[in-house]
């Protein structure tokens, strides 16, 4: 039985794994690899193994950096299957077909620009829509939460709630008499919306996320202040609100506890929320269809009749023209809009229009890489470059911690110690952070680079 390591080794993107066992190669996730200039690269580069030879995927859950690969992976040959939770393949269409939708956009643009510079070598997309859809046919059996699903002899799967996103699972493989536990991404406990992470005990091997490994994110509660005071103080200020959001949980959960504010008298009733996103609207579309995922809160609030994501005043903006219109608004309004890491999206446009502007607020709620806009702004720059533009950073910058969908150190030292496994392997994080995370953990720990292999 061998164990290799083919991306999000030390970097917290790109999430590949493979796994040598009972005559079969399963591979956990395969991810687009994010921020930075050599993410290009990286995506576009081998995979370190035959796509052609992988007989299963299984996929933990429908972030980009966990199933953004999908489509380059089936182009280059993969024929296996693909299994996952109903709710991850219904998010994974739409992160897959947006993405494929997005490189295309990006190499016509690359291909206009080389025109009139008189060049002919502008770059392809890394697939396109044809590609996307080609890999839904891969999809096959649908994992329920907790029941063991037999992928050929000697090999059988079970898939644990995560408490990630919705759908989200920790992925354990038996095989050859060994228990092999991959975290996928852990959630944090006791968030809304979905239910928290099952963990299965007693594993000879666990490969786990350590995003957050080096620190704890803060209390619910006082994030919650913080959030409702920041969007009070930014009306006060006369400016707009611009929440870079990621489409899957962020934009749902922000809407639950936006919703949570106005009936508690926390945030104005009057308050105008606009939703622009494509991709976060139709996920919400989702989130409503797959209330098994739930926790018991929301599940109480459907039962009572109510929808835990509407608003008095919410719209939401699917077509260009609206999206484009919300840039004449000047004060007043709670614009959210992906991508998170403001890497592409719509919200390029509304930073573009309200980040020079000092009555607005920018608020960021979630991770952001190292290479990102994102991270860029909150590290303090004082201009940044959108649209070939220099923009200067006037607006009032907040970043909220507390909304992670990651679990934090104390939270990822009582999983791995909850599946107690004889090895564990760290991924999905920074060198820093996966340091930290070790020193905490019991057993043999190591931190694999990419490429590397291991025999079980």
């Not at 061998?2 to 956990?28: M, N, P, Q, W, Y």
């Not at 006369?238 to 936006?258: H, K």
């Amino acid at each position: 039985m061998k164990l290799s390591f083919h991306g999000a080794d030390r970097g917290v993107t790109g999430s590949c794994h493979l796994l040598e066992a009972a005559g079969k190669k399963i591979l956990v996730d395969c991810g687009l690899y994010q921020g930075g200039r050599d993410a290009v690269e990286e995506n576009a580069g081998d995979f370190g193994f035959a796509p052609g030879g992988i007989d299963f995927v299984l996929l933990t859950h429908a972030h980009l950096d966990h199933c953004g690969r999908l489509p380059l992976l089936n182009k280059r040959g993969f024929r296996g299957e693909i299994v996952t939770t109903a709710a991850t393949r219904d998010l994974a269409r739409l992160v897959l077909l947006d993405a494929a939708h997005l490189q295309e956009e990006e190499a016509r643009a690359h291909a206009r620009r080389a025109e009139r510079r008189g060049e002919t070598n502008a770059p392809a997309p890394l697939y396109g829509l044809i590609d996307a859809l080609n890999v839904f046919d891969r999809f096959g059996r649908a994992a329920v939460y907790e029941k063991r699903i037999e992928l050929a002899p000697g090999l059988a799967v079970t898939f644990y709630d995560a408490g990630h996103i919705l759908g989200s699972a920790s992925v354990l493989v038996e095989a050859e008499g060994k228990k092999i536990l991959f975290s996928g991404d852990i959630g944090n406990t006791g968030r809304a919306i979905l239910r928290d992470p099952v963990v299965p005990h007693g594993v000879d091997v666990a490969v786990m996320e350590s995003t957050y490994g080096d620190r704890d994110h803060r209390d619910l509660a006082p994030t919650l202040e913080e959030f409702y005071q920041a969007l009070n103080e930014s009306f006060q200020r006369g400016g707009n609100v611009v929440i870079p959001t990621f489409a899957l949980e962020r934009a749902q959960e922000l809407l639950f506890y936006i919703r949570e504010g106005v009936e508690a008298n926390k945030l104005p009733e009057s308050l105008p929320v606009f939703l622009d996103s494509p991709m976060a609207i139709s996920a919400t579309e989702i989130f409503r269809a797959h209330p098994e995922c739930y926790d018991g809160e929301t599940s109480t609030l459907l039962a009572r009749g109510r929808d835990p994501f509407a608003l008095p005043r919410l719209h939401f903006c699917r077509e260009a023209a609206e999206s484009m219109a919300l840039n004449t608004i000047r004060s007043g309004a709670v614009i959210m809009a992906g991508a998170g890491m403001c890497n592409g999206g719509r919200v390029r446009h509304h930073l573009r229009h309200n980040l020079a502007r000092p009555g607005a607020s920018v608020i960021f709620v979630g991770y952001a890489a190292h290479g990102t806009l994102a991270r860029q702004i909150i590290d303090g720059a004082r201009k940044v470059s959108l649209f070939g533009e220099d923009i200067a950073v006037r607006a009032h910058i907040c970043t909220i911690n507390g909304f992670s969908a990651h679990a934090g150190q104390t939270e990822l030292i009582a999983w791995q110690r909850a599946a107690a496994p004889k090895r564990t392997f760290l991924v999905h994080g920074e060198e820093q952070a996966m340091a930290a995370l070790a020193a905490h953990l019991t057993g043999p720990v190591d931190q694999p680079e990419l490429g590397q292999g291991y025999l079980l």
